[in-house]
């Protein structure tokens, strides 16, 4: 990739926030959907880990059920194939009592925008409350969350290379529960920094929860030095970078890389960047060992780590569900409160 | 906000010695097999002198009622308090539920439907510090440490040293 793309793929975020205007919030400045973690103040992202945290015990109870969205009805919009993130999803508004409809969006059958207002449309006529959504092109959140009705709310599931703000929250949600305060931390992120969402998310947060020290490693190739704008030390030596790491994050690697030369081989790929049990030696002997699945054992990281005792990545996949449970509740309840304030002045 | 009436942390204790007698005569002999459960963040204080009073032989649990509430379509998520933690199994036992002021029985409605999402207790007795007039459901308390008949603009608050405060809007 030359430099030039390289720029344009991290301005990318910067226009959209521009054309953004906080269309995430109530007037009262609270979450009504959750689009990015971009331009959240930290006591937005607190509301959010302290209300998980209440939902976490909700999968002792023998129901693991509470009644908070009973007679809500939510769609699981997926353009993009995934499955862990619709399960925990789908699991998260099952839990809150909602009724939940899981649309697979066939990508081929959808051309451009006309046909995405015409599937939004459709769904609003079928009385639907909650829209998750995940799509290949960045912004596409943002797009449906301009055009839904007002008592809809629409949640980010991944967007392009934009943004995946709950797998971030989720993240924030592990290593606040492993490691409390987050300003002593020095947390790694190690692979495709460039191309990913949720790295991209990640970052956000970390610097808004006030993050002491974040350094993202990578191939000169999917790390260039503008990604410096995002606030983190760029490094391309996994070993230098480790020395003293408290959380140490793997993003998969996406083989379609390999196809477009970014990448020579995996072979290369996991002796320089691979998170082995030689290389965690040089981190802090409690760093935990985070990464947001699945993962490809042998190309980013070592069997023997990813099922290690400093592995915390099955506990993301479980504290996901409470993180989801809290952002649908908090964003469902700031619709209905607005709506009531304004029937109330109406009336 | 005028302070009417001040409560102090004695007067309390001893409310709640009086309420942990009564109680000890509704359960019968052994009525430290009982298990408590106080609804926060009020409901748990007087639950800690309660049990110390009774000297139950299992700890209190608490119990978080902001997700059982019916005020959400009006008033969105209650600000958390924290998870629930009931530390005994619900199944089968004799519940004693504690709140400091019992007032339009909602909380009690959203605490028993949480309590039944953990299992089926055999009896719940339901001890409330102060017992004021304006009921909007049919839930009345076993236990009462005092009754007080006020009008809606009266606000009862017990404070975290055990104070309780009688204030008008």
Not at chain 2, 120 to 133: F, N, S
């Given at each position: 990739m030359t430099d030039?793309?390289?720029?344009?793929?991290?301005?990318?975020?910067?226009?959209?926030?521009?054309?953004?205007?906080?269309?995430?919030?109530?007037?009262?400045?609270?979450?009504?959907?959750?689009l990015t973690i971009e331009g959240l103040k930290k006591e937005r992202l607190i509301e959010i880990l302290d209300t998980a945290e209440s939902f976490a015990g909700v999968n002792d109870k023998a129901a693991?059920?509470?009644?908070?969205?009973?007679?809500?009805?939510?769609?699981?919009?997926?353009?993009?194939?995934?499955?862990?993130?619709?399960?925990?999803?789908?699991?998260?508004?099952?839990?809150?009592?909602?009724?939940?409809?899981?649309?697979?969006?066939?990508?081929?059958?959808?051309?451009?925008?006309?046909?995405?207002?015409?599937?939004?449309?459709?769904?609003?006529?079928?009385?639907?409350?909650?829209?998750?959504?995940?799509?290949?092109?960045?912004?596409?959140?943002?797009?449906?969350?301009?055009?839904?009705?007002?008592?809809?709310?629409?949640?980010?599931?991944?967007?392009?290379?934009?943004?995946?703000?709950?797998?971030?929250?989720?993240?924030?949600?592990?290593?606040?529960?492993?490691?409390?305060?987050?300003?002593?931390?020095?947390?790694?992120?190690?692979?495709?920094?460039?191309?990913?969402?949720?790295?991209?998310?990640?970052?956000?947060?970390?610097?808004?929860?006030?993050?002491?020290n974040i350094t993202a490693v990578g191939p000169k190739t999917l790390l260039p030095q503008q990604m410096r704008e995002l606030g983190v030390h760029v490094r391309h030596d996994?070993?230098?970078?480790?020395?003293?790491?408290?959380?140490?994050?793997?993003?998969?690697?996406?083989?379609?890389?390999?196809?477009?030369?970014?990448?020579?081989?995996?072979?290369?790929?996991?002796?320089?960047?691979g998170l082995t049990e030689r290389r965690m030696r040089l981190a802090k002997p409690d760093a935990i060992v985070m990464h947001p699945g699945p993962t490809n054992r042998g190309v980013e990281i070592e069997a023997s780590v990813a099922d290690g005792p400093q592995s915390i990545i099955l506990e993301q996949v479980t504290g996901g569900i409470a993180v989801r449970?809290?952002?649908?509740?908090?964003?469902?309840?700031?619709?209905?409160?607005?709506?009531?304030?304004n029937s109330a002045v109406q009336s | 906000?005028?302070?009417?009436?001040?409560?102090?942390?004695?007067?309390?204790?001893?409310?709640?010695?009086?309420?942990?007698?009564?109680?000890?005569?509704?359960?019968?002999?052994?009525?430290?097999?009982?298990?408590?459960?106080g609804i926060?963040?009020?409901g748990v204080l007087v639950a800690q002198q309660l049990h110390e009073a009774l000297k139950l032989e299992e700890e209190a649990g608490e119990l978080n009622i902001s997700f059982y509430r019916d005020d959400f379509s009006r008033i969105g998520l209650h600000p958390q308090v924290g998870a629930s933690k009931i530390p005994f199994s619900i199944e089968g036992e004799i519940i004693i539920l504690v709140d400091d002021v019992l007032y339009s029985g909602r909380t009690i409605r959203a605490a028993m439907n949480e309590i039944?999402?953990?299992?089926?207790?055999?009896?719940?007795?339901?001890?409330?510090?102060?017992?004021?007039?304006?009921?909007?459901?049919?839930?009345?308390?076993d236990v009462i440490g005092r009754s007080m008949d006020l009008p809606q603009s009266h606000q009862v608050k017990l404070r975290d040293d055990m104070s309780l405060e009688i204030s008008q809007r």
């Open positions: 030039m793309k390289a720029q344009q793929a991290i301005a990318k975020p910067d226009i959209m926030r521009s054309t953004q205007d906080d269309i995430q919030l109530t007037e009262a400045g609270e979450l009504k959907h959750f693991k059920k509470v009644p908070l969205l009973r007679g809500k009805t939510v769609a699981n919009l997926f353009f993009e194939n995934s499955t862990r993130t619709r399960t925990t999803f789908e699991l998260a508004a099952k839990r809150l009592s909602a009724d939940v409809l899981n649309i697979n969006v066939n990508v081929s059958a959808v051309t451009k925008g006309e046909t995405l207002l015409d599937t939004l449309r459709n769904l609003q006529a079928m009385q639907c409350d909650m829209f998750v959504v995940r799509h290949s092109s960045s912004g596409a959140a943002h797009f449906i969350a301009s055009h839904v009705e007002p008592h809809i709310s629409v949640i980010n599931a991944g967007d392009g290379q934009h943004s995946h703000p709950t797998q971030a929250m989720l993240d924030m949600f592990a290593i606040r529960r492993n490691k409390g305060d987050f300003s002593q931390l020095k947390v790694v992120i190690v692979g495709d920094i460039l191309h990913s969402r949720v790295a991209r998310s990640q970052i956000h947060a970390l610097n808004i929860l006030g993050t002491g996994l070993d230098g970078a480790l020395v003293g790491a408290d959380v140490v994050i793997g993003l998969r690697l996406q083989k379609e890389r390999m196809r477009s030369a970014l990448l020579s081989t995996e072979d290369e790929y996991y002796r320089s960047f449970m809290a952002i649908m509740s908090i964003a469902m309840g700031n619709i209905e409160k607005s709506l009531a304030a | 906000m005028t302070l009417l009436e001040k409560i102090n942390p004695a007067g309390v204790e001893n409310m709640i010695r009086q309420m942990a007698e009564s109680l000890k005569l509704q359960l019968g002999s052994d009525y430290q097999s009982a298990k408590m459960l926060k963040t009020g039944f999402d953990y299992g089926r207790p055999e009896k719940i007795l339901l001890a409330t510090l102060v017992d004021r007039t304006g009921r909007e459901l049919p839930i009345n308390a």
